[in-house]
């Protein structure tokens, strides 16, 4: 745990209510670890086994997605006290709803029920707390409005866009393992239809908005003003290196 609270420098001197401390974890977490599917892109395999996951993060100053990210920091929180489970979602497509219970969320249970999904990749840098769309609460977070709402069955995680709450993704509340997602896991990393095979995206919040790296562009983002650098085989290492602290070859981009 110290080598975790080093690498994402955490304050273990800042004394926080447990819901203020989660959000501090969440917000460091973020801010030092990006969403990203490189090794899906090399075609390596990826392992979930939790010292192949620290020596991947931590050790090697990398990032991962959903079933990497909210698997570490899942037991990072666990080890903190607190009582926090994974969850399986769908997520919502502007073509529709993607594979079904394919995304693995991450919930903290408090004076209620919080998402600390660390591993989406468009979720703000703090905790949001599960309510009835009457009584939910609004995260405002640099990168927009953010809420979870009840729904039957289980609950809906959504963005304000245009003017109206959109739906990021809908899950339920029944604690899962990494082994209820083995199908997930298998066609995220290897099918053609995978969005995690067909591009490559990292991705990480800023204090003042976001950057995000594609196969052909580098957005940054600060305060709503986005600008756009071109990436390139010559580049690549270099924008990586300057804007995500990661030193690894992305093969699509030799």
Same mark, same amino acid.
């Given at each position: 745990?110290?080598?975790m609270d080093s690498f994402?420098?955490?304050?273990?001197?800042?004394?926080?209510?447990?819901l203020?401390?989660?959000n501090?974890l969440?917000k460091?977490?973020?801010l030092n670890?990006?969403?990203?599917?490189?090794?899906?892109?090399n075609k390596?395999?990826?392992d979930?086994?939790l010292?192949s996951l620290?020596h991947?993060?931590i050790e090697?100053n990398?990032?991962g997605?959903c079933?990497?990210?909210?698997?570490?920091?899942?037991?990072?929180l666990l080890?903190?006290?607190?009582d926090a489970?994974n969850v399986?979602?769908?997520v919502?497509?502007?073509d529709g709803?993607?594979r079904?219970h394919?995304?693995?969320?991450l919930l903290?249970k408090l004076?209620r &029920? /919080?998402v600390? =999904?660390?591993g989406?990749?468009d #979720?703000?840098?703090?905790a949001?707390? *599960?309510?009835t769309e009457?009584e939910?609460?609004?995260i405002?977070?640099?990168?927009?409005e953010y809420?979870?709402?009840?729904?039957?069955?289980?609950?809906?995680?959504?963005?304000?866009?245009?003017d109206?709450?959109?739906? &990021? /993704?809908?899950a =339920?509340?029944?604690p899962r393992d #990494?082994?209820?997602?083995?199908e997930? *896991?298998e066609?995220n990393?290897?099918?053609?239809n995978?969005i995690?095979v067909k591009?490559?995206?990292?991705?990480?919040?800023?204090p003042?908005g976001?950057?995000?790296?594609?196969e052909?562009h580098l957005?940054v983002t600060?305060?709503?003003?986005k600008?756009?650098?071109?990436?390139t085989?010559?580049?690549y290492r270099m924008?990586l290196?300057?804007?995500?602290?990661?030193?690894?070859?992305?093969?699509i981009l030799?």
């Amino acid at each position: 745990m110290d080598a975790m609270d080093s690498f994402l420098h955490v304050d273990k001197k800042v004394q926080l209510d447990q819901l203020n401390k989660l959000n501090y974890l969440i917000k460091q977490y973020m801010l030092n670890v990006p969403f990203e599917n490189i090794t899906v892109q090399n075609k390596e395999g990826v392992d979930l086994n939790l010292d192949s996951l620290f020596h991947k993060i931590i050790e090697s100053n990398r990032g991962g997605y959903c079933y990497e990210m909210n698997t570490l920091f899942k037991h990072y929180l666990l080890q903190k006290g607190y009582d926090a489970c994974n969850v399986s979602a769908t997520v919502r497509t502007p073509d529709g709803w993607a594979r079904a219970h394919s995304h693995m969320s991450l919930l903290v249970k408090l004076d209620r &029920l /919080y998402v600390a =999904d660390v591993g989406f990749g468009d #979720l703000p840098t703090k905790a949001i707390p *599960i309510m009835t769309e009457d009584e939910a609460i609004v995260i405002k977070d640099v990168n927009g409005e953010y809420r979870a709402v009840e729904v039957e069955g289980g609950f809906e995680v959504q963005k304000f866009v245009d003017d109206a709450f959109q739906t &990021l /993704y809908r899950a =339920d509340f029944e604690p899962r393992d #990494l082994q209820f997602f083995a199908e997930s *896991i298998e066609f995220n990393q290897h099918h053609p239809n995978s969005i995690f095979v067909k591009k490559l995206i990292v991705t990480k919040p800023l204090p003042d908005g976001r950057v995000t790296m594609s196969e052909r562009h580098l957005t940054v983002t600060h305060q709503g003003k986005k600008e756009m650098y071109p990436v390139t085989k010559d580049n690549y290492r270099m924008l990586l290196k300057q804007y995500f602290n990661m030193d690894v070859c992305i093969k699509i981009l030799e």
